[in-house]
């Protein structure tokens, strides 16, 4: 009976992504409600940016309804629940969680709209922190790393709230290809569905499938939709922000229950689910350390993601997300296999040096790429035409900015470089 409850959610919520996800490209068009492509975005034509309208509403009407269908089941002995005490907490828990991504879903809907600067969208990230943290979903298992199991409550809040920020901030920042943000997704919550439903908690399993089958439909029209015809959308910051946050929810939830005597859950399952996230985590991770190497603003966009190497290595938008995908799932398949013959401190060890070694072998890509076609690229990932190619040694030695506006800078050899140095030493003292 839970499979049928499971498969009877997959379908309202995929029902309501071919319904409503249509209906928001249609009224993009009337209002002109575009996302138009300018030079740190490789998408061409106007294409819209509010797919993420659709995930919220439609992940909390379909969680409704099957949480009441899963109560009437239950009243008539057809299904079973967890004990009174615990069933009441995960209420209390669920309301807050959607209030938490209410807050998310309303600021991302604002940046779509109009823009909305980056210490607002934290704040509101705090927030939502706050709120789903009063249930007491916070960090509460190391599952071995570094030898560590059982943490401090204290601890477990702390890292709770870098948890549920870093990984809500990037999913945003991994959505920069068709396909990719949500694809990516689309994987972890599928693996989320699979642990949940082995241990038997029927709500969180719920939880995955209200998502899960919008997001189908707005990865076919991500991915395959034609700009020209007007059927192709991006979900928006409305939509990264809201995925990230249940993403990091669904997370914290299955560390609650390793190991705990309620179910049969294990390190297994957390090192299989967990493994899905690890792209965009090391991705931010990478870019973010670059910044801050490069004394540049952390929070401040550039094109060094994964997605923006990949294309300057010479590799199309649809290859560029299968490639990501693909590493992935291996990933995931990896570190499954591996999690039941060593700890989580050394798979963490081994995903750092394969996630390492393919950077390496991509930026040498990269740069015969470059070389080959007379490009470049500055600190900021900015990619640019070289008119005289012996100056492209002295692009390879050293970090520059232009200091003409990219759109200039993209013009044959209409480029003017500093290094970053020499521009910091002609900066006037405040």
């Keep these: 009976m839970q499979f049928l409850v499971i498969i009877f959610a997959l379908a309202i919520s995929a029902l309501l992504g071919?319904?409503?996800?249509?209906?928001?490209?249609?009224?993009?068009?009337?209002?002109?409600?575009?996302?138009?492509?300018?030079?740190?975005?490789?998408h061409n034509g106007k294409i819209s940016r509010l797919g993420g309208v659709s995930f919220f509403p439609n992940s909390l009407i379909t969680l409704s309804i099957t949480l009441a269908l899963t109560f009437w089941l239950y009243q008539d002995g057809l299904i079973s629940l967890p004990a009174r005490a615990d069933a009441t907490h995960t209420h209390i828990e669920f309301l807050l969680m959607c209030a938490s991504m209410s807050l998310l879903f309303l600021v991302g809907l604002a940046d779509d709209l109009v823009g909305v600067r980056y210490r607002i969208k934290f704040i509101f990230q705090?927030?939502?922190?706050?709120?789903?943290?009063?249930?007491?979903?916070?960090i509460t298992d190391f599952c071995g790393l570094m030898g560590v199991h059982s943490i401090p409550s204290w601890l477990g809040i702390g890292l709770s709230f870098f948890v549920?920020?870093?990984?809500?901030?990037?999913?945003?920042?991994?959505?920069?290809?068709?396909?990719?943000?949500?694809?990516?997704?689309?994987?972890?919550?599928?693996?989320?569905?699979?642990?949940?439903t082995k241990g038997g908690l029927l709500y969180y399993s719920e939880c995955c499938v209200a998502l899960l089958g919008t997001l189908a439909v707005f990865w076919l029209y991500n991915t395959f939709g034609d700009s020209a015809k007007g059927n192709k959308i991006f979900m928006g910051d409305s939509?990264?922000?809201?995925?990230?946050?249940?993403?990091?929810?669904?997370?914290?939830k299955l560390d609650q229950n390793v190991g705990?005597?309620?179910?049969?859950?294990?390190?297994?399952e957390f090192v299989l689910a967990a493994s899905t996230l690890l792209i965009p985590v090391f991705d931010a991770l990478r870019v973010s350390g670059l910044r801050v190497l490069n004394r540049r603003n952390p929070?401040?966009?550039?094109?060094?993601?994964?997605?923006?190497?990949?294309?300057?290595?010479?590799?199309?938008?649809?290859?560029?997300?299968?490639?990501?995908?693909?590493?992935d799932?291996?990933?995931?398949?990896?570190?499954?296999?591996?999690?039941?013959?060593?700890n989580v401190t050394w798979i963490i060890l081994i995903d750092i040096l394969a996630w390492t070694l393919a950077h390496k072998m991509l930026s040498r890509r990269m740069k015969a790429y470059e070389v080959k076609n007379h490009m470049a690229h500055?600190?900021?990932?900015?990619?640019?035409?070289?008119?005289?190619?012996?100056?492209?040694?002295?692009?390879?030695?050293?970090?520059?900015?232009?200091?003409?506006?990219?759109?200039?800078?993209?013009?044959?050899?209409?480029?003017?470089i500093h290094a970053l140095e020499d521009l910091e030493d002609t900066t006037p003292s405040s």
């Design 260 to 268: 705990s005597p309620k179910n049969p859950l294990g390190y297994e």
């Design 378 to 416: 500055d600190i900021a990932g900015n990619q640019f035409a070289i008119k005289n190619p012996a100056h492209y040694g002295m692009c390879l030695e050293s970090n520059f900015i232009v200091t003409k506006t990219p759109e200039e800078s993209a013009l044959l050899g209409n480029y003017e």
């Design 239 to 252: 939509g990264s922000l809201s995925l990230g946050f249940i993403l990091s929810y669904l997370l914290i």
């Design 299 to 327: 929070f401040l966009p550039d094109k060094n993601h994964i997605h923006h190497r990949l294309n300057r290595a010479g590799m199309r938008k649809m290859e560029v997300m299968v490639s990501i995908i693909i590493f």
């Design 329 to 342: 799932i291996f990933f995931m398949a990896m570190n499954y296999s591996l999690a039941f013959f060593i």
């Design 18 to 42: 071919l319904v409503i996800i249509p209906r928001i490209m249609i009224i993009s068009k009337k209002k002109n409600l575009y996302d138009s492509p300018n030079v740190r975005k490789i």
């Design 164 to 196: 549920i920020i870093f990984l809500t901030n990037s999913i945003n920042l991994i959505d920069g290809v068709d396909g990719l943000a949500s694809g990516l997704a689309i994987i972890s919550l599928l693996a989320f569905l699979l642990v949940f």
């Design 126 to 138: 705090i927030v939502s922190c706050i709120l789903i943290m009063t249930a007491g979903v916070r």
